[in-house]
């Protein structure tokens, strides 16, 4: 009996040594080209390991399921559906580690050092689902914009119609000497567009096409709080605001007169 604890006692300490020679390589490794977008990335955990793409614009894509052993000190990686081995050892800073073969991945050249990712090892499995459900989500917020604007143009095309009464181009009567130089132009056609310049050089600052309502007899234009609302003139002339803190009204373009005329588009908005 003494014999065999004795027996045991060998066999346990043999077994612990062997373990503590064999390194453990679990982590995540990746390579990435300068020029490429992407990276590929060795996830290890125990004796399974997988390779993915990581790639900026198109996201995770398992490339290879591996095996897992060492020999020698080296890491032989094994791939499960093929005869494809890559072999690695461990870089001299003990983190990264030194693809022996990766032509055979492809990659320019052998000698390749793969740089340690302190995030992994990962769960690929979950990175995969996460990324479904966010394309999901993403997929889901474009058809919403896009019924969105869909509503929003049935909208505007059903308001356009009642823009009569306001056609016209429509130029800012300019308060301070600060102001910008801004042009509305209302049609039915082309509905409401707003453009402003600097007023001395009349380089472009904005353009916009903001939302628009006519509410009874007035023009609504913008939304949310920030709306403005217009009456119009009984000559047709003029707009001016009748819901701002501030006198604001715009002048009616000579319908005969280009507004591109800088000379007549300043006599327009004033120089106060």
């Not at 690929?124 to 689902?129: E, S």
């Not at 039915?188 to 009349?202: A, C, D, G, H, L």
Request: glycine content about 6%; some cysteine; overall charge positive.
């Amino acid at each position: 009996m003494r014999t065999l604890f004795k027996f045991a006692s060998v066999a346990i300490a043999g077994a612990v040594i062997t373990g503590c020679g064999g390194e453990d390589f679990t982590g995540a490794y990746r390579y990435q080209e300068q020029s490429s977008k992407g990276a590929m990335v060795l996830n290890i955990h125990g004796d399974e390991a997988e390779i993915f793409a990581d790639i900026v614009a198109s996201g995770i894509k398992p490339v290879g399921k591996l095996k897992v052993s060492q020999k020698d000190g080296k890491l032989l990686l094994d791939d499960k559906n093929s005869s494809l081995r890559l072999v690695m050892k461990r870089n001299v800073d003990e983190r990264s580690l030194v693809c022996l073969n990766c032509r055979v991945l492809g990659l320019r050249a052998d000698g390749l050092v793969w740089s340690y990712d302190q995030k992994g090892p990962y769960d690929l499995d979950q990175l995969l689902k996460e990324q479904v459900r966010k394309r999901e989500e993403a997929l889901n917020a474009e058809l919403e914009k896009m019924q969105k604007e869909a509503l929003e143009k049935g909208r505007r095309d059903i308001e356009a119609r009642k823009l009569t009464s306001f056609e016209g181009d429509w130029v800012y009567q300019r308060a301070t000497k600060y102001d910008p130089l801004t042009i509305m132009s209302i049609w039915r056609s082309k509905q409401v567009r707003i453009w402003s310049f600097r007023y001395e050089t009349m380089d472009r600052l904005s353009y916009e096409l903001p939302s628009f309502e006519v509410v009874e007899a007035s023009l609504k234009v913008g939304e949310g709080p920030i709306a403005k609302l217009y009456s119009l003139s009984s000559d047709k002339q003029m707009l001016t605001c009748i819901n701002c803190e501030k006198p604001i009204a715009w002048i009616k373009a000579d319908p005969k007169k280009d507004l591109s005329d800088r000379n007549y588009a300043r006599k327009m908005a004033g120089n106060p």
